[in-house]
């Protein structure tokens, strides 16, 4: 099942990219453009930035992110730990923002019961 969703996600992709081009949308040309300066090696190798798009895309939910991005990373010599690892970082930085919005209800609890003990 999830082989059937991972084919259609790049068939969706891909047809979706070709209608874009044929349609000569001057905003997705600039995308692309803006695709390639960002993962051209620089200071950080084209791997490396695969893999800060990775954790990324899990934490937008976006499945042809994650997607195109593991491929791209393993396209490029990323092992499956360090993909793995890069997942966990997503993993890791959802609970973080949740831990960020935890501080704020605190502080509303402590505002909504001032007699409480903290």
């Keep these: 099942m999830a ?4 084919d259609e996600i790049t068939r969706k992709r891909k047809k979706a990219h070709q209608q874009l081009v044929s349609l ?9 453009q803006m695709e390639q300066a ?5 200071a950080l190798p084209k791997k490396t930035k695969e893999l800060i ?7 937008m939910d976006c499945e042809s992110c994650m ?10 010599g ?19 923002r949740v831990t960020v919005s935890a501080r704020f209800a605190l502080d509303a609890m402590e505002r909504a019961f001032p007699n409480e003990e903290s």
């Design 3 to 6: 082989m059937d969703k991972l």
């Design 24 to 32: 000569d949308s001057k905003v997705y040309k600039a995308f692309l």
């Design 38 to 42: 960002a993962f051209s090696d620089g």
């Design 53 to 59: 798009a990775i954790g990324i895309s899990v934490q």
């Design 67 to 76: 997607q195109w991005h593991i491929d791209q990373a393993t396209a490029c």
């Design 78 to 96: 990323a092992t499956y730990r360090e993909i793995l690892e890069a997942i966990e970082v997503g993993i890791e930085m959802g609970a973080g």
